[in-house]
């Protein structure tokens, strides 16, 4: 019974480099978020995704930050020419659809770590 | 005026005593709330919601919900070293129950040490 699996876990990269972070949601979940958390602070919301729809990005930059959520494979965080701000965790969480029990319980993956040098 | 704010700490209590967490909100259509608790270099796991006014209690943690005043807690009675982590308090604005879905809103968190 597989939870919310991010990879990779850790990632380096030199500025101006592409990330590329995974999420697989939970069997059963067709929602998928992205969160962002800095050192010493909360979570910030980025975006959600179902499978080949962006429902709210509206805590996504502008500028280098995209997600999808194809209708087959993982959900993909990507950012593009990273600069050294973009160092921190991120967490990917998954729900259950609408009328689900649950559909607003957020499972969190266990994150995936950037350090841009 | 932020969306969720939560009591500043760190927080700092004796084991066995009740730890008090504290939570405002500013949009009072949120239906939904949730506790979170995150240990260092880990992911947030959740420990309670509640949707409607009053207590619910869970084992040594009750959440309080007061809409009226906006305002959201949780109590951990018997605190143990190993509650010692940072506590994250969210909301859901839409209907409650947890059948719709949406995007949660994260408070800043609130640092619990409960030292033996």
């Known amino acids: 019974n597989a939870g919310v699996m991010q990879n990779p876990r850790h990632l380096v990269r030199r500025r101006g480099q592409e990330a590329r972070l995974r999420c697989s949601p939970m069997k059963g979940h067709s929602h998928v978020y992205w969160y962002r958390q800095l050192p010493e602070e909360g979570l910030k919301f980025m975006v959600y995704l179902q499978k080949e729809n962006i429902i709210d990005e509206s805590g996504m930059p502008k500028e280098r930050f995209s997600a999808e959520f194809p209708k087959e494979g993982p959900s993909i965080l990507r950012i593009q020419q990273v600069v050294r701000g973009d160092s921190a965790a991120y967490f990917c969480a998954s729900s259950p659809g609408q009328g689900m029990t649950g559909a607003n319980v957020l499972t969190f993956g266990a994150g995936s770590r950037l350090t841009v040098l | 005026q932020k969306e969720v704010e939560q009591n500043s700490g760190p927080l700092s209590v004796p084991e066995g005593a009740i730890a008090s967490l504290n939570c405002t909100y500013s949009?009072?259509?949120?239906?939904?709330f949730f506790w979170y608790r995150q240990y260092s270099g880990k992911s947030p796991e959740l420990i309670m919601s509640?949707?409607?006014?009053g207590d619910k209690e869970d084992g040594r943690f009750t959440a309080q919900l007061n809409k009226a005043s906006q305002y959201v807690s949780l109590l951990i009675r018997d605190s143990q070293p190993s509650d010692s982590a940072t506590y994250l308090c969210a909301y859901f604005k839409g209907p409650a129950g947890g059948t719709s879905y949406g995007k949660l809103t994260f408070g800043q968190g609130t640092i619990l040490t409960v030292h033996p």
């Open positions: 949009d009072r259509g949120s239906q939904s």
């Open positions: 509640i949707y409607s006014n």
